[in-house]
Nanobody
Framework: QVQLVESGGGVVQPGGSLRLSCAAS????????MAWYRQAPGKQRDLVAA????????TYADSVKGRFTISRDNAKNTVYLQMNSLKPEDTAVYYCNVGHSIATMRDPFGSWGQGTQVTVSS
Protein backbone atom coordinates (compact mmCIF):
# COMPACT_ATOMS: atom_id res chain seq x y z
CA GLN A 1 0.00 0.00 0.00
CA VAL A 2 1.36 3.40 -0.96
CA GLN A 3 1.85 5.78 1.95
CA LEU A 4 1.55 9.51 1.36
CA VAL A 5 2.57 12.38 3.62
CA GLU A 6 1.57 15.95 2.74
CA SER A 7 3.21 19.07 4.15
CA GLY A 8 3.67 22.77 3.53
CA GLY A 9 0.26 24.17 4.32
CA GLY A 10 -0.36 27.25 6.41
CA VAL A 11 -2.13 30.57 6.68
CA VAL A 12 -1.48 33.12 3.95
CA GLN A 13 -3.01 36.39 2.86
CA PRO A 14 -4.87 36.71 -0.44
CA GLY A 15 -2.36 37.08 -3.26
CA GLY A 16 0.26 35.12 -1.37
CA SER A 17 2.03 31.88 -2.23
CA LEU A 18 2.61 28.46 -0.71
CA ARG A 19 4.44 25.35 -1.85
CA LEU A 20 3.03 22.00 -0.84
CA SER A 21 5.02 18.77 -0.79
CA CYS A 22 3.90 15.15 -0.86
CA ALA A 23 6.32 12.36 -0.04
CA ALA A 24 5.37 8.89 -1.26
CA SER A 25 6.65 5.46 -0.35
CA UNK A 26 7.41 2.88 -3.01
CA UNK A 27 10.26 2.03 -5.31
CA UNK A 28 8.26 2.55 -8.50
CA UNK A 29 7.15 6.10 -7.77
CA UNK A 30 8.49 7.25 -11.11
CA UNK A 31 5.88 5.31 -13.10
CA UNK A 32 2.85 6.58 -11.20
CA UNK A 33 0.72 9.52 -12.09
CA MET A 34 0.43 11.81 -9.08
CA ALA A 35 -2.25 14.31 -8.25
CA TRP A 36 -3.29 16.93 -5.74
CA TYR A 37 -6.82 17.19 -4.43
CA ARG A 38 -8.56 19.56 -2.04
CA GLN A 39 -11.58 19.45 0.18
CA ALA A 40 -13.22 22.52 1.63
CA PRO A 41 -15.55 22.25 4.65
CA GLY A 42 -18.89 20.76 3.66
CA LYS A 43 -17.77 20.04 0.11
CA GLN A 44 -16.56 16.99 -1.79
CA ARG A 45 -12.90 16.35 -2.48
CA ASP A 46 -11.95 17.68 -5.90
CA LEU A 47 -9.03 17.03 -8.22
CA VAL A 48 -6.80 20.10 -8.46
CA ALA A 49 -3.83 19.04 -10.60
CA ALA A 50 -2.15 15.89 -11.89
CA UNK A 51 1.20 14.98 -13.43
CA UNK A 52 2.34 11.87 -15.27
CA UNK A 53 5.25 9.71 -14.11
CA UNK A 54 7.86 11.37 -16.28
CA UNK A 55 6.44 14.80 -15.67
CA UNK A 56 5.72 15.37 -19.34
CA UNK A 57 1.98 15.89 -19.03
CA UNK A 58 0.07 17.94 -16.50
CA THR A 59 -3.55 18.88 -16.06
CA TYR A 60 -5.29 21.45 -13.87
CA ALA A 61 -8.75 22.29 -12.66
CA ASP A 62 -10.05 25.42 -14.37
CA SER A 63 -10.19 27.24 -11.05
CA VAL A 64 -6.40 27.03 -10.56
CA LYS A 65 -5.06 27.27 -14.11
CA GLY A 66 -2.37 29.90 -14.41
CA ARG A 67 -1.93 30.12 -10.63
CA PHE A 68 -0.89 26.61 -9.52
CA THR A 69 1.96 24.48 -10.86
CA ILE A 70 2.42 20.77 -10.17
CA SER A 71 5.88 19.24 -10.42
CA ARG A 72 7.75 16.19 -9.19
CA ASP A 73 11.20 14.97 -8.23
CA ASN A 74 11.35 11.24 -8.85
CA ALA A 75 14.74 10.96 -7.14
CA LYS A 76 13.06 12.13 -3.93
CA ASN A 77 9.70 10.37 -4.42
CA THR A 78 8.08 13.75 -3.98
CA VAL A 79 5.44 15.75 -5.80
CA TYR A 80 4.95 19.48 -5.30
CA LEU A 81 2.20 22.03 -5.75
CA GLN A 82 3.32 25.63 -6.13
CA MET A 83 0.35 27.88 -5.40
CA ASN A 84 0.53 31.54 -6.35
CA SER A 85 -2.03 34.36 -6.30
CA LEU A 86 -3.97 32.52 -3.64
CA LYS A 87 -7.63 33.39 -3.09
CA PRO A 88 -9.90 32.82 -0.09
CA GLU A 89 -11.75 30.18 -2.12
CA ASP A 90 -8.53 28.13 -2.24
CA THR A 91 -8.95 27.47 1.48
CA ALA A 92 -9.17 23.70 1.97
CA VAL A 93 -7.34 20.62 3.15
CA TYR A 94 -5.01 19.52 0.37
CA TYR A 95 -4.23 15.85 -0.29
CA CYS A 96 -2.11 13.94 -2.77
CA ASN A 97 -2.63 10.50 -4.23
CA VAL A 98 -1.41 8.12 -6.93
CA GLY A 99 -2.90 6.53 -9.99
CA HIS A 100 -2.15 4.78 -13.24
CA SER A 101 -2.96 7.66 -15.59
CA ILE A 102 -4.40 11.15 -15.65
CA ALA A 103 -7.70 9.71 -16.89
CA THR A 104 -8.02 7.55 -13.76
CA MET A 105 -7.05 10.14 -11.16
CA ARG A 106 -10.64 10.63 -10.02
CA ASP A 107 -10.26 7.11 -8.59
CA PRO A 108 -6.73 6.98 -7.15
CA PHE A 109 -5.38 3.81 -5.54
CA GLY A 110 -3.27 5.14 -2.70
CA SER A 111 -4.26 5.50 0.93
CA TRP A 112 -5.40 9.01 1.77
CA GLY A 113 -3.02 10.81 4.10
CA GLN A 114 -3.85 13.42 6.71
CA GLY A 115 -3.64 16.24 4.22
CA THR A 116 -2.30 19.71 4.86
CA GLN A 117 -4.49 22.69 5.69
CA VAL A 118 -4.28 25.79 3.52
CA THR A 119 -6.07 28.87 4.77
CA VAL A 120 -6.21 32.05 2.71
CA SER A 121 -7.43 34.94 4.79
CA SER A 122 -6.69 38.58 5.44
Amino acid sequence: QVQLVESGGGVVQPGGSLRLSCAASGSIFRIWTMAWYRQAPGKQRDLVAAITGGGGTTTYADSVKGRFTISRDNAKNTVYLQMNSLKPEDTAVYYCNVGHSIATMRDPFGSWGQGTQVTVSS
